[in-house]
């Protein structure tokens, strides 16, 4: 079977580079239709161009990254005879909408991006999404049954992210990595870290910037927190797990908000990777993949207590700390490797692709 990843998709996204090594090592083959054209235009229409010229038997939109598939669905459902399959990572309309809040509801432009992901998921035979939780949203939103969405976990790519050999340090390094957008909850982290700002031993590295980046630095700054650091430069991709590796702990999101409660972020996938023990919000998208206690600590979100309690329970309990880190790795390698979700979904679209041939 041959497959056919299209779109303007940042192709080092850990997302995708884990779904495109998990096919091939399924023994798919897999072609790249992507385009990185400065201007928007002419990135969708070679895309468009690429993609409708593909003898294929399935064809992936590709998602992640800052640039989105939605816009080709309207050219690409043009294609017959093929598997069209759309990775519903992220949707415009949550995304800008709801979670960020760039427009409002009733806007027109939160009405163009709600079309836009609707005609996005009618018009494709497969659409993968990162959780169950987040498959209920969208069917809820957009109307689509749940009988066209297939869970594929979001995982990372495990030649990039290992166990490495441990650094010591003289304080307990508590990291935090990411685009601080609201689901993540970053105001959270703060107060958790004020909580403790008289612990010499513990401190926290803020790594990345983004739209939540400037209320997050103004509440650290008003708290006087001297246990916490910005980290603002960007690393690649290929350099995060240095950085992550200098962490104790690594923290996932504890937003509230209704997408924080239907994902689980990359830096979850990329800690458990790592071996690294994780700490993150207590959601029913955390609940289907994670243990508390055997795999990670979970606390209730927006709770800057519990976080704190959390932290340094860590801290204090060596043994706890090993057993998670140990726990989710292990369910990383057995779950969540591109090769482990490769061969989920190479099943998936062997058997979409059978039932389209059987109809022709």
Same mark, same amino acid.
């Given at each position: 079977m041959q497959v056919t990843y299209v779109g303007p998709f940042n192709p080092d996204n850990g997302r995708n580079? %884990?779904?495109?090594?998990? *096919?091939? !090592? !399924?023994?798919l083959e897999v072609d790249i239709a992507n385009s990185n054209s400065r201007s928007r235009s002419i990135r969708y229409a070679r895309c468009a161009q690429r993609g409708l010229a593909s003898g294929s038997d399935v064809l992936i939109y590709g998602a992640r990254g800052t640039r989105f598939g939605q816009p080709l669905s309207l050219v690409m459902s043009l294609v017959k005879r093929r598997t069209v399959v759309f990775d519903a990572v992220l949707s415009l309309y949550e995304t800008f909408v709801i979670d960020r809040k760039h427009h409002a509801v009733r806007s027109p432009a939160a009405k163009l991006m709600h079309m836009l992901d609707r005609k996005t998921f009618a018009s494709c035979d497969i659409i993968l999404s990162d959780t169950n939780e987040h498959a209920k949203y969208y069917s809820s939103e957009f109307g689509v049954p749940l009988s066209k969405f297939e869970t594929i976990y979001i995982g990372t790519d495990d030649s990039v992210f290992y166990p490495r050999p441990r650094k010591t340090h003289e304080s307990f390094e508590v990291g935090f990595w990411g685009a601080y957008v609201p689901l993540q909850g970053v105001e959270t982290i703060v107060e958790a870290a004020s909580r403790l700002k008289d612990r010499n031993d513990i401190a926290f590295r803020m790594n990345g910037r983004g739209q939540m980046f400037p209320k997050a630095k103004? *509440? !650290?700054?008003?708290?006087?927190?001297?246990?916490?650091?910005?980290?603002?430069?960007?690393? %690649?991709? $290929?350099? *995060?797990? !240095?950085?992550?590796? $200098?962490?104790?702990?690594? *923290?996932?999101?504890?937003? %509230?908000? %209704?997408k924080s409660m239907n994902v689980i972020p990359n830096k979850v996938y990329e800690g458990l990777a790592m071996a690294k023990p994780v700490i993150t919000a207590d959601t029913p998208a955390a609940r289907e993949l994670l243990m508390d206690r055997k795999n990670c600590l979970l606390v209730p979100p927006d709770d800057a207590d519990a976080l704190g309690d959390a932290i340094l329970k860590l801290k204090e309990d060596s043994g706890l700390r090993e057993s998670i880190a140990s726990g989710g790795y292990e369910l990383f390698k057995s779950s969540l490797a591109p090769a482990a979700t490769g061969r989920r979904l190479a099943s998936v679209l062997t058997e979409c692709a059978e039932r389209t041939d059987r109809r022709e």
């Open positions: 580079r %884990s779904i495109i090594r998990g *096919l091939r !090592a !399924a023994g103004t *509440l !650290a700054d008003e708290k006087g927190l001297r246990n916490m650091q910005f980290v603002q430069e960007w690393v %690649s991709y $290929e350099e *995060l797990p !240095a950085v992550i590796n $200098e962490f104790d702990v690594c *923290l996932g999101i504890f937003g %509230s908000g %209704s």
